[in-house]
């Protein structure tokens, strides 16, 4: 059986037909509409393309699972907002694909989608996962008992804004020195800014400066670490889970990002000396397609 997974973006819709074990068959990417009033109309037309040209039927398809990046209620199946996507409010998507299609439709944010796709490619399946994304900020989702923890407004797992410092800088979401302020990708461009590395810099040209030999580099990139540390740490001592998977389009720097994370976790984090019972910190396996692959999974949590 296959499922289809749809990843709405501000930018972009992806849409994959994708099997059981997480291997993506098909893939598409077609810009989002302006309009969110034509959201719903525009992932029907992609659906509608992507099984045609996977010369698949309809009613091999199980279920249909969207990512949508704001808040999204999933027990009704609404988006219930979309900061960047104009007139994105308050669509029933999942009631009106499932009318036009026949096909079971499921909904959630797309951080949940994300830590949702990592989680069931992962080797143990142990019923915990945490995954953090370092990019404009520093999101994630939480899966506890197998299940995507999503709290009263399917808001939870916003663990960017944990504070690490409340005497440090503001927050947008109004507190100060909240973690995200020091361990997004953002905040290691401003911090590499500070250091003199030149205004034009980026997450990945950093890294390309460090493993040139750039000593100032090196020192921006160990001191960026210690606060993502800070932060993975806590999320060890909270829920002692399986894994602790980080994605984002950084995280394809490997190594060069977990084995400082690992250290500081080691030594900082309440844990067991025996290897095999402590939290296991790696990188993404599925980088850019953790949501749509996650979103084709969400059937997995009704
Ligand atoms: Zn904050």
Not at 55 to 65: L, R, V
Not at 73 to 90: H, R
Not at 111 to 128: H, W
Not at 243 to 269: C, L, P, Q, Y
């Amino acid at each position: 059986m296959k499922n289809i997974g749809i990843d709405i973006g501000g930018t972009f819709i992806k849409a994959a037909i994708v099997e059981n074990n997480g291997n993506i068959i098909i893939s598409s990417k077609t810009p989002t509409p302006k309009e969110g009033t034509l959201l719903a109309d525009k992932v029907i037309e992609i659906i509608d393309e992507i099984v045609k040209k996977s010369a698949t039927d309809m009613n091999k398809i199980k279920s249909i699972g969207i990512g949508a990046p704001g808040v999204c209620d999933s027990k009704k199946g609404v988006i219930v907002s979309c900061p960047n996507i104009e007139g994105c409010k308050n669509i029933s998507i999942c009631s009106y694909i499932e009318k036009k299609t026949g096909i079971p439709t499921l909904l959630d944010n797309d951080a949940n989608c994300a830590a949702l796709g990592e989680y069931m490619v992962s080797d143990k399946r142990a019923d915990s996962f945490v995954f953090v994304t370092l990019g404009t900020g520093v999101g994630g989702g939480i899966i506890l008992d197998g299940k995507i923890l999503r709290g009263i407004n399917s808001a939870a797992g916003e663990i960017g804004h944990i504070v690490i410092d409340r005497n440090g800088e503001r927050c947008n979401c109004g507190r100060y020195g909240c973690w995200e302020r020091y361990a997004s990708v953002s905040a290691l461009v401003r911090q590499a800014k500070a250091a003199g590395l030149g205004q034009n810099v980026t997450g990945k040209s950093i890294f390309a400066e460090k493993y040139k030999g750039n000593k100032r580099a090196d020192e921006v990139i160990e001191k960026w670490l210690s606060y993502v540390s800070e932060g993975i740490c806590d999320m060890v001592n909270i829920f002692q889970s399986d894994e602790i998977v980080i994605g984002g389009g950084i995280s394809r720097e490997g190594d060069a990002i977990t084995d400082s994370i690992k250290r500081f976790a080691e030594e900082n984090s309440i844990t067991d000396k025996n290897e095999t019972r402590r939290t296991k910190i790696r990188v993404s396996r599925l980088f850019n397609d953790a949501g749509v692959v996650g979103a084709s999974f969400l059937y997995t949590q009704i």
